[in-house]
């Protein structure tokens, strides 16, 4: 008996390390954003554009209209793809800005979102997600230049942000394991690439 429980997780330490073994050499043949930027010519990002796409894992980051790289990316815990509250821990979907950039966030760096934005506040309230006061004060935070969930602590703000302490497990994991409360989540090297890159009012497009 002790020793097929031993042989059993045995066997399940060697598939994991397996695992993470793959997703590292997967991960080496990366090229750093420096590097992709001398392949397309580009010298600086004076208009940077992202896009995110839900389906295949991946955040893209444009200078303008050029797709200079690709990177991977994991959303919200929650399994829909459509959301359906304002804390249900699923991604939304929309066209949205980097309102924020956080250099002291615990997932090393946070851009947030403007999420959400006006059309999202308004289908919220006719869907009953929120009460007539909470859409009251969205409303006065967006019109005093404030994020819309400011002094709403219920509700989740939404950026892009790195893994934080776990990163070296969750980078390379060979496979997309969804764990944030709805933001979106690069590896800590990445959102150290992003954060150079991105200014306040970059828009970002997230599809499903």
Request: proline share 3%; charged share 25%; aromatic share 16%.
């Amino acid at each position: 008996m002790l020793r097929n429980i031993l042989y059993i997780t045995g066997s399940i330490v060697i598939f994991f390390f397996g695992m993470i073994l793959y997703g590292i050499i997967l991960n080496l043949r990366e090229k750093t954003l420096s590097e992709a930027m001398k392949e397309k010519k580009i010298s600086s990002f004076t208009r940077p554009v992202i896009i995110i796409n839900k389906n295949n894992y991946h955040l893209y980051l444009y200078e303008d209209t050029i797709l200079v790289k690709t990177y991977k990316a994991v959303f919200g815990k929650s399994s829909r793809m459509i959301k359906e509250s304002f804390i249900d821990k699923v991604t939304p979907s929309g066209d949205y800005y980097i309102c924020y950039k956080d250099s002291l966030s615990r997932y090393r760096r946070f851009l947030l979102l403007n999420y959400p934005n006006p059309w999202d506040v308004i289908e919220a309230y006719k869907r009953q997600w929120i009460t007539k006061e909470e859409y009251s004060i969205i409303n006065a935070n967006v019109n005093n230049n404030k994020h819309p969930f400011d002094n709403m602590e219920d509700f989740f703000k939404i950026g892009i942000h790195g893994m934080g302490t776990y990163d070296f497990i969750f980078k390379n994991l060979p496979f997309a394991f969804n764990w944030t409360n709805g933001s979106i989540a690069v590896s800590n090297e990445d959102i150290e690439e992003l954060y150079g890159v991105v200014k306040y009012g970059t828009p970002v497009s997230i599809k499903e």
